[in-house]
T-cell receptor, first 121, second 110 residues
Framework: EVQVVQSGPEVKRPGATMKISCKFSGYTFTDYFIHWVRQAPGKGLQWMGQIDPDEDREVVFEERFQGRLTLNADMSEDTVYMEMTSLTPEDTATYYCAVGGATLMDPFEIRGQGTMVTVSS | HSALTQPASVSGSPGQAITISCTGTSSDVGGFESVAWFQQHPGTAPQVIIYDVSKRPSGVSHRFSGSKSGNTASLTISGLQTEDESDYYC??????????FGGGTKLTVL
């Protein structure tokens, strides 16, 4: 069974950088794309980007996050990291990782419990 | 890509059937069979209930079904039950190799 453990909640100041992680188990980590989805309090879901954790590390971002979002994968730890810079209060949200398929257009399933990030001065 | 368009809310009585629409463009919903639906109960992570337009993951009730016509995908829930009261989101793959969600629909079971 696929299991995902996300890192714990964070509180950040405006302008700071956040870095959160998802550790996977129960399947071959490099077989499937990993997606990131966020949800601001009381708001809808927003797709952020996806990464192929295999050696080619193919990454696709939602355009609005280009330039301040970085996705990385550590194959030795079966872990994916998301780093986002220049945080504003509008980045306050629960961040979820999701397991996709073997290609960019395969569907994904949210497996993580979510990581709450609060951006406040 | 702009967010897909969903009704903000729908309602129905137990036993009835309801349909939630999800309208996009030929660059997303209309261009791919990669459309999924998520159900989210308050305080929990969203769960996929339909993928590839009309496929159900194992364990999802047969009362949930999906379809697509042109640029609009639809989620139908038949035999409404109180436990179906939840938020529902559609999501589609796009020509930019990204994914885009709908704004979400709150289902109320009266």
């Amino acid at each position: 069974e696929v299991q995902v453990v996300q890192s714990g909640p964070e509180v950040k100041r405006p302008g700071a950088t956040m870095k959160i992680s998802c550790k996977f188990s129960g399947y071959t980590f490099t077989d499937y794309f990993i997606h990131w989805v966020r949800q601001a309090p009381g708001k809808g879901l927003q797709w952020m980007g996806q990464i192929d954790p295999d050696e080619d590390r193919e990454v696709v971002f939602e355009e609005r996050f280009q330039g301040r979002l970085t996705l990385n994968a550590d194959m030795s730890e079966d872990t994916v990291y998301m780093e986002m810079t220049s945080l504003t209060p509008e980045d306050t949200a629960t961040y979820y990782c999701a397991v996709g398929g073997a290609t960019l257009m395969d569907p994904f399933e949210i497996r993580g419990q979510g990581t709450m990030v609060t951006v406040s001065s | 890509h702009s967010a897909l368009t969903q009704p903000a809310s729908v309602s129905g009585s137990p036993g009835q059937a309801i349909t939630i629409s999800c309208t996009g463009t030929s660059s997303d919903v209309g261009g791919f069979e990669s459309v999924a639906w998520f159900q989210q109960h308050p305080g929990t992570a969203p769960q996929v209930i339909i993928y590839d337009v009309s496929k159900r993951p194992s364990g999802v009730s047969h009362r949930f079904s999906g379809s697509k016509s042109g640029n609009t995908a639809s989620l139908t829930i038949s035999g409404l039950q109180t436990e179906d009261e939840s938020d529902y989101y559609c999501v589609s793959y796009t020509t930019s190799s990204t994914w885009v969600f709908g704004g979400g629909t709150k289902l109320t079971v009266l």
